[in-house]
């Protein structure tokens, strides 16, 4: 079979679409106005932010008001979490309830909050990646300042009940922040019909640039302020405003959340038919619910590999791919995600994220499927472990 150039790793980073770098081009040119001025440049380039804050709040069922833009995700994120934590503090309140596999965005956030005198709950996950909305209501105490709960895991792309999860909150009267970097423009959102308070987006997973972002606060909201300096973003995070990437997110979010179920339709089958023939392998198994997942997602243990080597292999047969084992500092560490589903650490080494969308065609299923097998045999071939495991013998 020939080689061919297959991008499934779009969970990690997209690239940024035609409509989205048009939308930006002119102003790196001619409309390089600084929003703050008088003149008509300056004007027009206020114009043009708060035409993108409008399609980002149209999109997520907001108001224009209640929209932030950030450098990233996970600035919104410990915007939300840290802002919340400042705020609630006064009142005495200082505990936060977040799940054991939430991103190191949001987990690393609440860390840092744990040695500055909070308490964090971690609330668990199933074995198929789903949260109890029970055990998030079990967590939530009398000094609790906020929820923090991801919409769609970005390793097994599980979707989580975040209506309910949103109920309890209001219940217990306490504030809701969603990380949503992975949800928007795959399943359709409604702040206020699902009672979201606080909800975090980045750019680049939906073909805007890498650098940008924003965060939905609910009206009556009053986090502190993130950056101090000029009147940018109702005073609440200064610095001169990044016109292009603004108007490029504001285009990206118009264009994603436009056809949710027609995309999810297209690419729904695809994945179903890349996890049936993947799951084929001998020791292998799905990572996640199938069905309450990313319709571009799976992930999918395979025993008795490196995840590391997979990915190389891959990389080698034009297969751009992620695993679930992440090598910081040198050391191999298993993904925390896959360990909070009860995989073994082991088992969760040899892991497999493909992250597709539209443009994967038919050919480019089959050429993965007749690709993923031929490299796991070789790997497998390799492996004192593979070899291990067969004989039967104890393998650690
Ligand atoms: C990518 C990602 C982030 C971080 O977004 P950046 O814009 O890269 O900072 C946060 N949360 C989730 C779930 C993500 O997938």
Not at 93 to 105: Q, R
Not at 214 to 242: C, D, S, W
Not at 269 to 294: A, F, H, M, S, V
Request: hydrophobic share 40%; aromatic share 4%.
């Amino acid at each position: 079979m020939e080689k061919r150039f297959i991008y499934a790793d779009n969970a990690a980073t997209t690239a940024v679409s035609e409509e989205v770098l048009n939308a930006m081009m002119p102003h790196f040119t001619k409309a390089y106005g600084n929003a703050s001025s008088i003149y008509k440049l300056g004007r027009d380039a206020q114009a043009d932010i708060e035409e993108a804050r409008e399609k980002v709040a149209a999109a997520l069922g907001a108001d224009a008001k209640e929209i932030f833009f950030t450098s990233c995700g996970s600035e919104s994120d410990n915007w939300a979490i840290k802002g919340t934590a400042e705020m609630m503090a006064k009142k005495g309140k200082k505990h936060i309830v977040t799940s054991v596999f939430e991103h190191h965005a949001v987990l690393h956030t609440c860390e840092y909050l744990e040695k500055h005198g909070f308490e964090v709950t971690y609330v668990p996950v199933d074995e198929k990646g789903m949260i109890n909305p029970e055990d998030v209501r079990n967590a939530i105490r009398e000094d609790t300042a906020l929820v923090t709960i991801m919409y769609a895991n970005n390793e097994i792309g599980t979707i989580q009940p975040i209506e309910e999860i949103a109920a309890v909150c209001h219940e217990k009267k306490v504030l809701f922040h969603t990380d949503a970097v992975q949800a928007v423009g795959h399943v359709e959102i409604n702040v206020k019909k699902q009672g979201i308070d606080m909800l975090s987006l980045s750019g680049h997973k939906i073909h805007a640039q890498k650098g940008i972002g924003a965060l939905y606060v609910r009206k009556g909201i009053v986090l502190p302020n993130l950056i101090h300096g000029g009147g940018q973003e109702r005073g609440k995070r200064a610095g001169t405003e990044n016109v292009p990437a603004i108007v490029g997110l504001g285009r990206a979010v118009e264009i994603a959340c436009s056809n949710i179920s027609e995309k999810a339709a297209l690419i729904t089958p695809k994945r179903n038919r890349l996890i049936d023939g993947i799951l084929k392998i001998p020791y292998t198994r799905l990572n996640g619910d199938r069905d309450r997942r990313l319709p571009g997602n799976l992930n999918i243990s395979i025993e008795g590999i490196e995840g590391e080597s997979l990915l190389l292999m891959l990389d080698m047969n034009g297969i751009c791919a992620s695993s679930g084992s992440a090598c910081t500092s040198g050391s191999l560490d298993p993904s925390h995600v896959l360990l909070s589903i009860g995989l073994k650490h082991e088992v969760a080494h040899g892991s497999l994220r493909l992250s597709i969308e539209e443009d994967v065609t038919d050919e480019d299923v089959n050429y993965i499927l007749e690709v993923v097998p031929k490299v796991v045999e070789r790997l497998r071939e390799m492996s004192p472990v593979w070899e291990k495991m067969m004989k039967g013998e104890k393998y650690e």
